[in-house]
């Protein structure tokens, strides 16, 4: 026996035990071999159909401009270029507000004036569609490091992607504007090219198609790149000159006449000029007061946002800084229009949060605001139309001087505080196995982002119920079916129950009442006791109303359905709506809030099915289990006193909602939660780096205060 590293081992057995260790480190290193290699092919196959996605909305863009009738597409091109166009006529550029350019622009467009106009369009829509590919690359390739070869192989195709879905991409193409062009030389200016003095022609040149761009100069020379910044500010001032020698009147007009353009295109209080003075405009302040705020918050941003800027540069984040800086530009503009307005998405590369569940807040609202309206962000209330009409502005001013990006010195850059997730679930039954598509997350969502899905989901949910109608012939005739079919079952109660409820007049109101009033009003409380109280559960069932709803449109598209009130010659009372008029195929004002034929099957049924399945499963008390099952109840009564379903209506309700528990089970495992996958995450147990104890709260089982 001899004494090895503190223990009696036998020299055999060392020998023995040598060789198995040996074996498993060739095991293992051909697991790892394998490993990656699966990898590499997962993510060549996850480039592959990204660069395919990046092919289709190029075409599809193409599509959607050149289709246009004319005088609808590329308009401020026709504008510009066209036989009647301001650059043909004798005369200054701006006689009209229809040119909004600068004067170098417009002695840069004078050329294209002699192009046929169907090829001119043709060739502007491509070749804007390359300019914002290449401005997609170039983006990806300044991400700031470290990056992983994931990263770096599939960002390109993902920025090309998100910038064509973008309202500023979209809306230049649409109009045929050059505002994609200044974006891109920035970029090329600050990552494609050496030297300072290109980086600084480059600038320039883009701050004389946009003057506030000349804030990148500011940004150069605030960072040490001195010889650049003189070189932009040499480049801009020798364009404008070039324009002023060129077009003397024009330039006169323009930087001294309308100041720098302030007063050209649409009226400066539009809602399309997100700008500070636009909001300055619309919250009705005018005059030399308006203009005076104007200036103090111009220069506060200024001085915030470059300050911020500069430090993103100097700590490695150098795209970060460009994005801060572009939407200082946006803010302090006199007008700052959609397809002006790309700077916001750069933004997205900011890191904001120390958990990993909050990473994806920041660049999740980014790409919600500048790809939807602000009509589907927020509702349609007063209080918060001010925040709806300058969401853009408001984002471009928390990336430029408020949102908290962490610095690459940060613990939590590349190592934030992990997730929890609960173990997948064992399959229950071999013919019939558990599809676990992703991982129970323990830990409460982000109430911000939380709120902004739920928005985005509901608005495309009305937006799609609302365009599934085949017409009311079509739908008229799935009512005599469904009627037909109730009728051989002996369940069309409809007539009865609806007749009935109309001669008691308290009823009848109670019934009107709960129908137009608890529809949206209890899931909605539900779904926020949960958050609160039951973070783990609530994911579990806002994933299940999710697919409820998902399976719900497939029904409205593929089965448009009259509902009794809307059947002519049975005799059925409409009490929520009033007396419809069948001699009028849209029913008045009515179908332009929602789709009448989208009966089957009945989300008002299916919810409050919803609702007290979840009350049933959770609630800790008898009584509260009861209270939720009377919600169903009450509401299927509703539904078919008032005449706005059918009985079968119900039925197909009852059908979503089962497919919508099934699915979320199968791809997200069961309710329930073990008791060790709740320990993992009390407090104290989860570390961040540096072995600190991280806030996280304790999680409750499901089913157990």
């Known amino acids: ?11 055999d057995r060392g020998r023995a035990t040598r060789r198995r260790e040996g074996r498993r480190s060739v095991a293992n290193a051909e697991h790892s071999v394998r490993g990656s290699a699966t990898t590499a092919v997962r993510t060549g196959a996850a480039r592959t159909v990204l660069w395919l996605v990046v092919a289709a909305l190029a075409l599809r863009q193409m599509a959607v401009v050149l289709r246009q009738p004319p005088g609808e597409g590329l308009t401020d091109l026709e504008t510009w270029t066209g036989e009647n166009g301001v650059l043909h006529v004798a005369g200054s550029l701006y006689d009209t507000d229809r040119f909004t350019g600068t004067p170098f622009a417009g002695l840069v467009l004078k050329p294209l004036t002699r192009s046929a106009e169907q090829s001119l369009g043709v060739a502007w829509t491509f070749g804007s569609l390359l300019l914002v590919a290449a401005l997609g690359v170039i983006a990806a390739r300044a991400l700031p490091a470290p990056v992983t070869r994931r990263t770096a192989l599939l960002a390109a195709p993902v920025a090309i992607s998100l910038l064509m879905l973008s309202l500023p991409v979209r809306n230049a193409l649409h109009l045929g504007q050059v505002s994609i062009l200044p974006v891109l030389l920035v970029l090329i200016g600050c990552f494609a090219v050496r030297g300072e003095r290109a980086s600084g022609v480059l600038i320039g040149v883009a701050a004389a198609l946009q003057p506030t761009v000349l804030l990148f100069a500011a940004l150069l020379w605030l960072t040490g790149r001195r010889r650049a910044a003189l070189t932009g500010g040499a480049a801009f001032a020798a364009c404008t000159a070039l324009a002023w020698a060129a ?8 930087w001294v006449h309308h100041v720098a353009g302030a007063g050209l295109g649409d009226q400066a209080d539009s809602l399309a000029n997100q700008s500070l003075h636009g909001a300055l405009l619309r919250l009705g302040l005018q005059g030399p007061l308006e203009i005076a705020l104007f200036l103090v918050l111009a220069a506060a941003v200024c001085f915030v946002g470059l300050r911020r800027a500069t430090r993103y540069a100097r700590d490695g984040q150098l795209l970060l800084a460009v994005a801060v800086t572009g939407c200082v530009a946006v803010a302090v503009s006199p007008t700052a229009w959609q397809h002006q307005l790309l700077w916001v998405l750069l933004a997205v590369v900011g890191r904001v949060g120390r958990r990993a569940s909050d990473r994806m807040v920041w660049p999740a609202v980014v790409v919600l605001v500048i790809t939807l309206p602000g009509k589907m962000l927020l509702p349609n209330i007063g209080a918060l139309l001010p925040v709806r009409d ?11 001087c408020a949102a908290p990006f962490l610095p690459r010195t940060s613990p939590y850059w590349q190592q934030p505080i992990p997730t929890h997730h609960a173990a997948p679930a064992p399959a229950r039954w071999s013919r019939v196995p558990l599809l676990p598509f992703w991982r129970r997350v323990l830990s409460r969502p982000n109430l911000l982002l939380e709120l902004l899905l739920i928005r985005v989901v509901y608005s495309v949910y009305a937006h799609v119920r609302l365009a599934a109608t085949a017409g009311r012939a079509t739908a008229e005739e799935h009512g005599r079916q469904i009627h037909s079919l109730e009728q051989w079952l002996h369940i069309d109660i409809e ?3 609806n007749h009935a409820v109309v001669g008691i007049g308290p009823l009848r109101n109670f019934f ?14 539900i779904l926020g006791v949960l958050y609160a109280r039951r973070p783990a ?5 806002r994933s299940s109303i999710g697919f409820t709803t998902l399976l719900a449109l497939v029904g409205f598209w593929l089965y448009p359905l009259a509902p009794p009130r809307l059947m002519p010659g049975l005799g059925f009372i409409d009490t929520v709506h009033g007396v419809q008029d069948f001699a009028k195929p849209d029913y008045g004002t009515l179908t332009s809030m929602t789709n009448q034929y989208a009966a089957m099957p009945s989300l008002h049924f299916g919810w409050s099915l919803w609702c007290g399945v979840v009350i049933v499963m959770l609630a800790p008390k008898a009584w509260m289990k009861a209270l939720g099952l009377l919600h169903p109840l009450v509401t299927v009564s509703a539904i078919i006193a008032t005449g706005n379903h059918w009985v079968l209506d119900a039925v197909g309700g009852a059908v979503v909602v089962a497919l919508g528990f099934g699915l979320t089970h199968a791809l997200a495992g069961p309710r329930g939660l073990r008791e060790a996958e709740v320990k993992a995450v009390d407090e104290g147990e989860i570390r961040r780096p540096g072995g600190r104890p991280a806030p996280e709260r304790a999680v409750k089982v499901a089913g157990k205060p």
Do not use: E, K
Not at 390 to 400: K, R
Not at 512 to 525: G, K, Q
């Open 390 to 400: 300058n969401v853009l502005l408001l984002t471009a001013l928390g990336a430029a």
């Open 537 to 541: 559960d609530y994911r579990w069932v």
């Open 512 to 525: 009107d009442y709960y129908y137009s009033t608890f529809h949206f009003i209890v899931p909605l409380a």
């Open 1 to 11: 026996m001899t004494q090895w590293d503190g223990f009696t081992a036998c020299p």
């Open 495 to 497: 007539h009865w129950a």
């Open 247 to 254: 077009m003397p009147h024009d330039s006169w007009t323009y």
